[in-house]
C-alpha cells in the first residue's frame, strides 16, 4: 500500500466532513443567492462563500464531535454535517437576532420592530 493510499485510509473519517461541509456550505451559498434575486458581484459571492465556509465549519465540527462521541454510523453522520452545513447560516443568524434582542432587553434599550 503506497503513502497516500495508507494516508486517505486513516484520515477517510475526518476528510468525508470536511467535504460534507465545504459542500453543504457552497449549497447554502446558492440558495441565498437565488432567494435574493438579484445579481451580485464577485466580490460578494467571495465573501459570501467565506461566510458560509466559517459557518458551515462549525456546524461540521459540531456534528463530528457528536459522531465521535455518541459513536453514531458514520455515513448517517457525513449526510447530518451537509445538512447542518446548509441551514448553520440561517441558524446562527436567528441566534444573534435573538441574543441582541435578549441583550437589549436585558440592559433595558430595548427596540421594537
Not at 461540521?60 to 453522520?77: E, M, P, R, T
Request: hydrophobic residues 50%; proline residues 2%; charged residues 20%.
Amino acid at each position: 500500500m503506497s503513502g497516500i493510499e495508507l494516508w486517505i485510509k486513516t484520515n477517510l473519517s475526518w476528510v468525508g466532513f470536511v467535504v460534507m461541509t465545504v459542500v453543504g456550505s457552497i449549497v447554502a451559498h446558492i440558495k441565498a443567492y437565488e432567494a435574493s434575486e438579484v445579481e451580485w458581484p464577485f466580490s460578494k459571492h467571495f465573501w459570501g462563500i467565506v461566510k458560509r465556509l466559517f459557518y458551515g465549519s462549525f456546524a461540521g465540527l459540531i456534528v463530528y464531535c457528536a459522531h465521535d462521541y455518541f459513536h453514531w454510523d458514520q455515513k448517517l453522520s457525513f449526510i447530518a454535517a451537509g445538512i447542518c452545513s446548509v441551514f448553520a447560516p440561517d441558524l446562527f443568524d436567528f441566534i444573534y437576532k435573538l441574543g441582541k434582542k435578549w441583550i437589549q432587553k436585558f440592559i433595558g434599550v430595548e427596540v421594537d420592530k
